[in-house]
């Protein structure tokens, strides 16, 4: 009888030894449990490390996310409680309180659960993926109820009884007096509504606020998803009230009416009993009917900086984490704007950073700051672009270095210069797939050798929105579409695609949250010598593909048949 996790994995032959070495040195210098680990590295599945461990504690492996929780038995656990130990009660049968847990060892949550309860607890097992989406999940819809009921007693409390008092008076010569202003931004309703948008944005995990007046009506939208959503209308009365507010928190000049303006408000709000650091670029821009506030969330926690949850299949990841671990060489991820490329960059970096690395990025702009990390924003006016900056780190004992983008010979020249010195150097590029970045790359001027020699992966990317899993349905779809889609004959047979449908906890639109697709290419031997002959994108792609890379069709192909994404989302974003 197997006594511990790594040696049922060995004897299943689930990973070989040589990977769990590799694993044990992960979590030596970055802590974290061993299955995680694992799964982390890409080298095993989430559900594989699950059952294994309900194998090795003879405990049952649940999905939670597959459940139906009744709300009486969530109300038992708060969610403090569920997020502190990783745990989700799934039901509750007489004196016993079904709880899922990432963890089965943790005796002293049990312990915690029961006295806090009145309950015995009964362990099932499930994965701390699985557990934590589900926590929001579930935990999510009831904070959505409350979050309705809020809105519309802030709104209707400003309505009746302040909404007069703020209305500003102009001064004879048309401008506005200063004083007035300042006061009634400081008035508690305007402070509490403002307040509320910026908080309540972030709850919902929109990037963007717009706060728009018209003639008759003034508007707030939220971007979430990369789609605009209306979520109240104010009362009009508040228009400059509420400009006024938000430049006090931009520090911007509340007396320029006129003119554009742009800022930024750093705060810090308590999400989930967990403190939240929140960074908004604020742009202000005079309309027809007064200013129009854009506020761009930079959220630190929308940015993903777990590996395993940005979408790569586990062998593209295993590859992808092999080359960032490399020493030296070039990594390349491309894709159109707003494919979610700076996020795949910052989530490397996340993973490379140690006491021991260098890290340097040159970035426009710098979006998220990381800590630990020398990060630089470029200057085009004073001559600051990215070839300069490049050639200053060559000088300041990198390790690593980000260059934001590839767009001139140049750029790439340095770029490569320093990939092939012995720094790993991770870049972005605009092309449409993975194969096609070789020629870009030459004919920006490139030599074949050079690139054959510097560049060690190319990872294409695209995002899709996903699913709402709560609302989902099958998607009955002839076997001739699926296999027009890229489905082979026999998957065609057997495949099931889902469709979205909408439901309260998506707000209707049937898709929640975006997942990346990828199509990572290993420059290998075979790869690199039809490189130097001059081989075409297509050769290129062939070859690749004959070698195991997953195209982005394929690799949204999967996802559509793991229920993750509609089959309309992949035809939309990748080409057969
Ligand atoms: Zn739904």
């Known amino acids: 009888m197997p006594a511990t996790l790594d040696e049922i994995l060995l004897r299943e032959k689930l990973v070989s030894p040589d990977q769990l070495r590799q694993a044990v040195e992960h979590q030596k210098m970055h802590g974290g449990r061993l299955g995680n680990v694992l799964v982390k590295l890409g080298m095993i599945g989430d559900d594989q490390v699950t059952s294994a461990m309900s194998r090795l504690y003879g405990i049952p492996a649940v999905d939670p996310l597959e459940l139906e929780i009744d709300p009486a038995v969530l109300k038992l656990v708060p969610l403090e409680t569920a997020l502190k130990y990783q745990v989700l009660p799934i039901s509750r049968v007489g004196a016993t309180l079904k709880l899922a847990m990432a963890d089965p060892t943790n005796v002293l949550a049990m ?25 929001k999940r579930h935990y999510g819809n009831v904070e959505e109820d409350e979050r309705k009921k809020e809105i519309e007693d802030l709104v209707s409390f400003i309505d009746e009884d302040q909404a007069e ?19 009634a931004a400081e008035e508690a309703p305007v402070i509490r509504l403002v307040n509320y948008i910026l908080t309540d944005s972030v709850r919902r995990g929109a990037s963007d606020i717009h706060l728009e007046p018209y003639e008759k009506e003034y508007r707030v ?4 998803d990369g789609l605009l959503q209306h979520i109240m209308s104010p009362p009009l009365k508040l228009r400059d009230a509420i400009v006024s507010r938000v430049k006090i928190m931009a520090k911007l000049d509340i007396a320029e009416k006129r003119l554009p303006q742009d800022g930024r408000i750093m705060m810090k709000m308590m999400l989930n009993g967990k403190k939240k650091q929140i960074d908004l670029r604020v742009s202000i821009l005079p309309t027809l009917h007064g200013e129009k506030i854009v506020m761009r969330l930079l959220d630190k926690e929308n940015l993903r900086l777990d590996m395993t949850k940005l979408g790569f299949e586990a062998e593209s990841l295993a590859k992808f984490t092999r080359a960032i671990f490399k020493p030296y060489g070039m990594v390349l991820v491309t894709g159109p704007t707003g494919s979610g490329k700076t996020n795949t960059l910052y989530s490397s970096i996340a993973q490379l950073n140690r006491v021991d690395t260098n890290i340097m990025t040159a970035e426009d702009p710098v979006e998220f700051q990381l800590p630990g990390i020398n990060q630089v924003q470029m200057k085009e006016q004073i001559g600051l672009n990215f070839a300069a900056a490049l050639r200053s780190f060559l000088r300041q004992d990198p390790n690593v270095i980000l260059v934001g983008e590839i767009r001139d010979f140049e750029t790439a020249e340095i770029a490569i210069k320093a990939a092939l010195t012995g720094h790993l150097v991770l870049s972005t590029l605009h092309t449409n797939d993975a194969p096609s970045t070789i020629s870009r790359l030459m004919n920006m001027g490139i030599e074949p050798f050079l690139v054959a020699t510097s560049v060690h992966l190319i990872a294409a990317q ?18 001739q579409v699926l296999i027009d889609a890229g489905f082979t004959p026999a998957e065609a047979k057997t495949v099931k695609v889902y469709k979205p449908k909408g439901c309260a906890a998506c707000n209707d639109r049937g898709y929640k949250g975006r997942v990346g697709l990828y199509e990572v290419m290993e420059i290998t031997d075979d790869i690199r010598e039809l490189i130097l002959v001059g081989a075409s994108t297509i050769e290129l792609k062939r070859k690749a593909v004959e070698q195991g890379m997953i195209t982005l069709r394929r690799s949204g192909l999967i996802k559509a048949m793991n229920g993750v994404t509609s089959l309309e989302e992949v035809i939309r974003e990748t080409v057969l």
């Open 165 to 183: 008092s703020l209305e500003l008076e102009a001064e004879d010569d048309g401008t506005l007096n200063l004083a007035a202003l300042e006061k």
């Open 111 to 135: 312990d915690d659960i029961k006295f806090m309860t009145g309950y015995n607890v009964d362990p099932a097992l499930a994965s701390e993926a699985a557990i934590s989406e589900a926590i």
């Open 221 to 224: 939208r939220y971007r979430i």
């Open 462 to 479: 695209r995002l899709v929105r996903r699913l709402c899993a709560d609302c989902k349905v099958v998607d009955d779809k002839n076997p």
